[in-house]
């Protein structure tokens, strides 16, 4: 009993990391990827003060110099456009707080498993998304559940509910579906790379499980979530040996379940949809495109449509593109592409600075985890992708890996210890 509390405290605790919120009894300011941050900056300090000295990796000290780079251009722009609004000139706290937040994250599954990695990191991950579509569902159907919630939740539910989107604990909207899209890239990466679990017939169906449901149900809460499944199923397929119709020993019972899976995935949609009025409308919302290309034979979406008829606002002179205005708060522009709003924001030179940020974590990761080089360098252009529609970043991703490596540095691993670090790392 012991060891399952565990594991659920873990959850948590990467369930506040992944999908952070507020407390209505709290400051605005503060949630739990903050709370997280405390506690990790402060088991930062007691690891290097056993180690006696703080043990920083070079990839770390780059990425920190693109966000501090990053920043000053972003306060450049603010104080030359005599604006106050701080949303990315503050960046590097916003850098800071990510990682000594996933460093706390990582000290707690080292803390129940002994070690922290790739492939546990991502089980882990694959736990919350599942569970936070669940609790979406839930909070909808569940009257009680959802006043429970919104009690002592902030998370800008007031706003959800106005439009009626689905939504759990810290997941919601775009944020969700980016963060859906990431954990599906590494599903598709552990079920290619692991071949252990693909033997285990248990493991296997949990995941696929938790595959077809954040894609459903993710979809539901945000139709970003499809931007991943898109990549994820594309490497399944390319990575199996499908595309080139030629299946392997080693996937035949992974193509057997997946198969298998995905035809209970479709019975169990379609009776809900047939059956369930709510899920219905919640279904046509999230495959929208789909319904319209069966139905009219066009694929298009509102969302799209509106994407194109009015978001693309470009700088309209040659001081904007360059310096940017200093505003990117409250839809000043009414726009939400990422593109837009960043160069908008800090002008051609800061929005540049912001994506090479990003071309580096995938570099430093595709390197030194070369087994998973190619899923680095998907998480960059899902990063790309993503901006086309909003203007989230995926860097706290990139802020779990390096505090992983940053961790492991600290911490005084035996010779065995070593041998399976590097092994989960660079076979």
């Known amino acids: 009993m012991g060891i399952v509390l565990k594991y659920l405290f873990t959850g948590l605790v990467v369930s506040m990391f992944y999908f952070s919120f507020g407390f209505t009894f709290l400051p605005a300011a503060v949630n739990t990827k903050l709370l997280l941050s405390i506690v990790g900056f402060g088991m930062s300090c007691y690891h290097a003060v056993q180690n006696g000295a703080m043990k920083i990796d070079r990839a770390l000290i780059g990425a920190a110099a693109f966000a501090v780079l990053f920043s000053m251009v972003c306060f450049i722009a603010v104080d030359f456009n005599y604006t106050n609004d701080f949303s990315y000139a503050t960046y590097i706290v916003s850098f800071l707080v990510w990682i000594f937040s996933a460093y706390a994250v990582c000290v707690t599954i080292r803390w129940v498993h002994g ?13 919350v998304c599942f569970l936070q579509c669940l609790l979406a569902l839930a ?8 006043f429970f919630v919104n009690r002592y939740i902030e998370q800008g539910q007031e706003f959800l509910l106005e439009v009626d989107r689905l939504y759990g604990i810290g997941a919601s909207l775009d944020n969700a579906g980016v963060r859906f899209s990431i954990v599906l890239i590494l599903i598709a990466a552990v079920l290619s790379k692991e071949r252990e679990l693909r033997n285990s017939t248990g493991r296997l169906s949990l995941i696929l499980l938790a595959f077809f449901t954040i894609i459903v149900i993710g979809n539901m809460i945000s139709r970003t979530t499809s931007v991943g499944a898109g990549m994820a199923l594309a490497y399944l397929v390319w990575s199996s040996g499908l595309a080139k119709l030629v299946v392997g020993r080693d996937f035949f019972k992974f193509h057997l379940l997946f198969g298998c899976m995905l035809i209970l995935a479709i019975m169990i949609t379609a009776y809900f949809f047939k059956t369930d009025p709510m899920f219905r409308a919640q279904i046509r919302f999230a ?13 298009r979406t509102n969302s799209t449509d ?6 693309w606002v470009w700088p309209s002179d040659t001081r904007t593109w360059l310096t940017g205005t200093g505003l990117f708060d409250n839809w000043i522009y009414g726009t939400d592409i990422g593109y837009c709003r960043f160069i908008l924001y800090c002008g051609l030179p800061g929005f540049m600075i912001f994506a090479l940020f990003f071309v580096y974590n995938a570099v430093v990761f595709g390197r030194g985890y070369r087994q998973y080089r190619v899923v680095f360098y998907m998480l960059l252009v899902l990063t790309f992708i993503v901006w086309i529609k909003v203007s989230t970043d995926i860097f706290l991703i990139y802020a779990l890996f390096y505090s992983i490596d940053m961790f492991n540095r600290h ?5 065995q210890d ?4 590097l092994h989960s790392r660079y076979v």
């Open 139 to 146: 909070i909808n159907t569940m009257p009680e559940f959802q």
């Open 287 to 299: 495959f929208e495109g789909f319904f319209n290309w069966v139905e009219k034979g066009v694929w």
């Open 115 to 127: 070690r922290v990695n790739l492939s546990l990191l991502t089980y882990y991950l694959i736990a």
């Open 418 to 421: 070593e041998d399976r670090l």
């Open 306 to 311: 509106k994407l194109n008829r009015n978001m």
């Open 411 to 415: 911490h005084q691993f035996t010779h």
